[in-house]
C-alpha cells in the first residue's frame, strides 16, 4: 500500500491518464481528490474509482484560474486534512503544427494551461505540502527531447520542456520542505488519444487498427507500447515514499523507444 494513508490531489481526471492515476491511489491505499473542468467525468471517474465515496473528493477545476485551484487544494484540506502530493495530468495538447506557420496566440493558450496553469496548481498546494513534506510529479512528454516523425506538436513539446525545465528549479526551492518534484515522460502512450491517432490512421490509409498500432510498437525495444497505466504506476510510485530520495528527475516510460 505505497499510498496509505496519504491524500493525493490529482488535476485533469477524465477518461484516460487521469482516472488511471487516481484509480491507482485509491488502490494503493490513498485519498484522491479529482479535478477537471468537465463535472460529469469527475462524477463518473469518482464512482467507479470508491463507490463508497469515502476516499475521493472532486471539484470542477480549471488549472488556468488560479481561485479554482486554491479551491481544488482547498478541498483536499477540509475533507482529508492534508496533502501528501500533487500529480500534475492536466493538458492541452490540441494544438498541432510547427513554427512556421505557427499561430502564436495559440501557442499562447497552450502554454498558459500545461506550463502555468500546472505551476499555478502546485502553489496553491503548497501550503499543505509543506506541512509534512511530500511529492509533486508534472505529467511531461518524450516529444519535449525526441519530437516524433508522425505527427507535429511543438507547441505543446514546447510548453511541457519548459515545465521540465521548471522542475528543476522547484526541486531546490521546496526542497528544504521535503518536498520533491519529479516528471514522467510517455512516449507513445496506449489510451484514449493514441487509439484515437490509430482509428483515424488506419481509416485513412484503410488497413486494420492492428497493422498502425504494430508500425508504432516495432520503434520500441519492448514488443509493445507503454499504456496509460503504466504511466500511472510510474506517477504514484513518485509521489510514494519509495521515491523519497529521488528530485529533480525525469522518468521516461516509453517501452524503451527512446533511451537516455
Not at 467525468?41 to 475521493?56: F, N, Q, Y
Not at 494544438?95 to 500545461?114: I, R, S
Not at 516524433?148 to 531546490?172: E, F, H, I
Request: glycine letters at 10%; hydrophobic letters at 45%; proline letters at 3%.
Amino acid at each position: 500500500m505505497l499510498l496509505a494513508g496519504r491524500t493525493v490531489v490529482v488535476s485533469g481526471v477524465g477518461a484516460g491518464l487521469g482516472h488511471r492515476v487516481a484509480a491507482a491511489v485509491v488502490r494503493d491505499g490513498g485519498n484522491a481528490v479529482l479535478g477537471a473542468r468537465t463535472a460529469a467525468h469527475l462524477a463518473a471517474s469518482a464512482a467507479e474509482i470508491d463507490p463508497s465515496g469515502r476516499h475521493t473528493a472532486h471539484l470542477t477545476t480549471d488549472i488556468t484560474d488560479e481561485a479554482r485551484c486554491r479551491a481544488l487544494a482547498g478541498l483536499a484540506l477540509e475533507r482529508f486534512g492534508r496533502i501528501d502530493a500533487v500529480i500534475h495530468v492536466a493538458a492541452r495538447d490540441d494544438h498541432f503544427g510547427g513554427v512556421e506557420d505557427a499561430d502564436f496566440a495559440a501557442w499562447q493558450a497552450v502554454v498558459d494551461v500545461n506550463l502555468l496553469g500546472t505551476l499555478r496548481m502546485t502553489r496553491a498546494c503548497l501550503p499543505g505540502l509543506k506541512e509534512r513534506g511530500g511529492s509533486v510529479v508534472l505529467i511531461g512528454t518524450q516529444s519535449s527531447v525526441a519530437a516524433p516523425s508522425q505527427v507535429r506538436q511543438a507547441a505543446y513539446a514546447a510548453s511541457k520542456g519548459a515545465l521540465t525545465s521548471a522542475m528543476y528549479s522547484m526541486a531546490r526551492e521546496f526542497g528544504p520542505y521535503r518536498i520533491r518534484v519529479n516528471t514522467v515522460l510517455p512516449g507513445w502512450m496506449w489510451g484514449p488519444p493514441v487509439q484515437a491517432y490509430v482509428r483515424l490512421t488506419a481509416r485513412s490509409e484503410g488497413v486494420p487498427e492492428a497493422e498502425v498500432r504494430g508500425r508504432l510498437a516495432e520503434r520500441m525495444a519492448l514488443p509493445d507500447l507503454a499504456t496509460d497505466g503504466d504511466v500511472a504506476e510510474a506517477a504514484v510510485f513518485l509521489a510514494s515514499d519509495r521515491a523519497r530520495a529521488i528530485t529533480g528527475q525525469s522518468l521516461l516510460v516509453n517501452a524503451g523507444e527512446l533511451m537516455r
